[in-house]
């Protein structure tokens, strides 16, 4: 079994969840029958992993989410397939198509059939001359003769046998290999130096070319010579056992038995579609009529709704002529207004005006019940009438009904409207006893009429006599005395000659001034504080020496990202955690969190462009671009080949291990061993020490070694090349 995994992408390049990918057999090959299917689903990241036997497959899979399966090529899985490989790679492992049709490689295979037939009679021959030959010398000769040309003829046999079985391996190998998409709008086919047989692409944006028109979908083969183009109407793979251009009949569809609708009359067809259109049945054929209908209004009402049979519709009317009427153009409506409203009404005389069946007399006389019958407008006029002729010189009076305590107020404020009920008195000043009245004291009451107001702001101790004119003098007003108090220490207290901030233990005298006074001042803060505006700074922001534990400190959660930098308020992480949101610069985050995968694992430094890691340094270093080094021939000299590059790439070892000094847990804290591949540095010491860094030294005895694996590239290459100097001296002897 072979394991094909990778990723599968749509025409732009964008991961593809939920596809489904399908291996259909093409032949009975190796361990796998034609016609077995193997189909699998991506997974939300559009990931797959397949196990797949030997043999030759037909792949299908979806290029974007709302389509069918399309066909993306042949590809063949043998011995030499690597065990882990991603669908890419198995198309471009695979052999181009050849210009031969599938008949000329039957016609070749049939003629391996024939030659192979032909060895095996003349091996038979051979053998049958070597027993002659053993039980009679006297005819070695002429058996000798027999044997070189029937071993002339094996040799010729045997050559053409297998020229034509690679030939038809070669053919029978070949298939389409899928590169993607192509953009037919730029007006010429894909450019490209290694442009094999074979090579398949999907057209991802229509255009025209030659005066052929290439639709989306639509894919073109390179054939060797030009472009084969293969619209995706044509793309049937079956339909009812018929494969390529298919021309479908009812039969086939098990409809031969309907009717055409062109033999239908019209009254049938009414019939039809008035049974489909019937509410108690469902318009199954029938969801929209072929001409929408509008529906219109006329008269004193404007209006329409067009319907076209998909749903319900709603008229929505205008009255054209809005104008209003007087009570009395209206026959009838007076008459029976007067009869509802009228002076005979009993309910008028009523005085309480209550629900009679929820409310006392009592209650309706003192009002204290919430409910209460609104009056009309006749009962309101009728009401106040009936408080104006309980009034002395009313200019009209009106018979009607008041409560007793109404008409006893009314009555008296009526009889003496202008008089004082009672005089403000005062006690007599002769003898202090009985009362005099205010107004009988010369002055007093214009004096009491003056408003006179004295106030002291503050804290204030002493006593003030009052003048005989009502006014506090200046000279009585009482001195403002300091009370004793404290200061918190994150206060500053105002001096004649500067203002200070004072120190946690300081005093106005030592205090230092605030900034901008003098030089050297400084604003002390002792307790915790809240900027809910942000912080803007024109200098440097300095940590003192001895206080190297400070810096800027988030909250800690392994789930949840943290925001360390941004280039700008308008690109920050989420405010919760959940993700990174639009960053452009730094946070942190633990693979707990799922956002951009776990990258360089555990506890980690994410460097984002648009809410998107690019690069980040944790327990791994981790980039979603390339790591690249200066290689520029101007920066180097002395430049040597390595020698002997063979053998020493022969005296390295690759290796699986465990890390006995990384090992983390979801909090980055040492857990169990990590299990990793490469190469021993003391190994690569001994060959190639520029590739190693690090080790013992004179600070640090216990120093470990370290391996910069780009650098062994140079050994590798010069190690192929004497390799490959053997091999075509190999090939030479033989």
Not at 3 to 30: C, S, W
Not at 140 to 152: K, N, R, T
Not at 376 to 405: C, E, F, H
Not at 484 to 494: G, K, L, V
Request: aromatic share 6%; hydrophobic share 35%; glycine share 10%.
């Amino acid at each position: 079994m072979i394991k094909v995994t990778g990723q599968h992408t749509d025409a732009a390049g964008e991961p593809l969840p939920l596809a489904y990918i399908e291996f259909r057999a093409v032949m009975n090959a190796g361990e796998v029958l034609k016609g077995t299917t193997v189909t699998d689903r991506t997974d939300e990241k559009g990931c797959y992993e397949l196990a797949i036997k030997q043999g030759r497959y037909a792949v299908y899979a979806q290029v974007a989410k709302t389509t069918d399966v399309d066909f993306l090529g042949e590809c063949v899985i043998g011995p030499e397939t690597p065990s882990s490989v991603s669908l890419l790679q198995l198309f471009e492992l695979s052999t181009p198509l050849p210009p031969e049709s599938v008949q000329e490689v039957q016609q070749q295979a049939s003629q391996v059939e024939k030659h192979y037939q032909y060895v095996v009679i003349a091996v038979g021959e051979c053998q049958k001359w070597n027993k002659l030959v053993s039980k009679n010398a006297t005819t070695a000769i002429e058996a000798v003769q027999q044997i070189e040309s029937l071993s002339s003829a094996v040799s010729s046999d045997t050559e053409e046998v297998r020229r034509l079985a690679e030939l038809v391996s070669e053919v029978t190998g070949q298939t389409m290999v899928y590169k993607g998409a192509w953009d037919a709008s730029t007006g010429r086919y894909p450019i490209d130096p290694n442009l094999a047989v074979g090579w398949m692409f999907k057209v991802s944006r229509g255009g025209v070319i030659g005066g052929v028109e290439y639709l989306v979908n639509d894919s073109i083969i390179f054939n060797g010579e030009d472009w084969d183009h293969i619209s995706n109407k044509e793309s049937v793979v079956s339909v009812n056992g018929k494969t390529g251009h298919v021309s479908i009949s009812k039969a086939d569809l098990d409809l031969d038995k309907v009717r055409n609708v062109a033999s239908y009359s019209q009254s049938e067809l009414d019939k039809a579609l008035a049974k489909k259109l019937n509410v108690e049945s469902i318009a199954k054929a029938a969801n929209k009529l072929s001409t929408a209908r509008k529906i219109s209004l006329a008269g004193g009402a404007e209006g329409f709704a067009e319907w076209d049979g998909s749903g319900d519709v709603t008229i929505k009317v205008l009255v054209k002529d809005k104008h209003q009427h007087a009570i009395a153009s209206i026959q009838g409506l007076e008459d029976v207004l007067k009869r509802l409203i009228s002076n005979d009404d009993a309910r008028l005389s009523d005085s309480r005006e209550w629900l009679a069946e929820t409310v006392t007399q009592a209650e309706a006389s003192e009002g204290k019940s919430p409910t209460r019958r609104a009056w009309s407008a006749l009962r309101v006029r009728q009401a106040i009438d009936a408080v104006v002729g309980q009034i002395s010189n009313a200019t009209s009076k009106m018979a009607g009904w008041m409560s007793p305590a109404d008409k006893s107020k009314l009555d008296g404020i009526a009889s003496s409207a202008t008089k004082n009920s009672h005089d403000a008195h005062l006690l007599a000043r002769e003898n202090h006893t009985g009362m005099q009245p205010i107004s009988s004291i010369k002055g007093l009451s214009q004096k009491l009429a003056e408003f006179v107001s004295t106030s002291i702001v503050g804290k204030a101790n002493g006593v003030a006599a009052l003048g005989g004119d009502g006014k506090v003098p200046a000279d009585q007003l009482p001195p403002v005395g300091m009370q004793p108090h404290n200061h918190d220490e994150r206060y500053f207290t105002r001096h004649q000659a500067d203002t200070r901030y004072l120190k946690q233990d300081g005093t106005a005298t030592n205090a230092k001034a605030l900034g901008g006074i003098k030089p050297e001042g400084y604003l002390r803060e002792d307790v915790k504080g809240y900027l809910n505006k942000g912080l803007y700074v024109r200098g440097q922001l300095v940590v003192e020496e001895g206080h190297r534990n400070v810096g800027l400190i988030g909250t800690y959660d392994a789930k949840k990202t943290q925001q360390i930098w941004s280039m700008g308020e308008n690109y920050l992480s989420d405010a919760n955690g959940s993700d990174f949101g639009n960053l452009y610069g730094l946070a942190y985050k633990h693979e707990n969190n799922t956002t951009g995968g776990a990258m360089a694992g555990g506890h980690q430094a994410v460097w984002c462009q648009s809410g998107k890691p690019t690069c980040s340094l944790g327990n791994g270093i981790w980039t979603a671009g390339d790591i690249t080094a200066f290689s520029d021939k101007r920066v180097k000299r002395n430049l040597v080949r390595i020698p002997g590059a063979l053998a020493k790439v022969s005296q390295l070892n690759g290796y699986t291990f465990e890390r006995t000094d990384v090992m983390f847990d979801e909090h980055g804290h040492p857990l169990s061993p990590l299990r990793q591949t490469g190469l021993v540095a003391q190994e690569v010491l001994a060959v190639l020490p520029e590739a190693v860094r690090g080790g013992p030294n004179d600070q640090n005895k216990d120093g470990y070694y370290s391996v910069a694996y780009g650098n062994l590239v140079g050994l590798l290459v010069e190690a192929i090349k004497e390799q490959q100097v053997q091999i075509n001296q190999l090939k030479r002897k033989h």
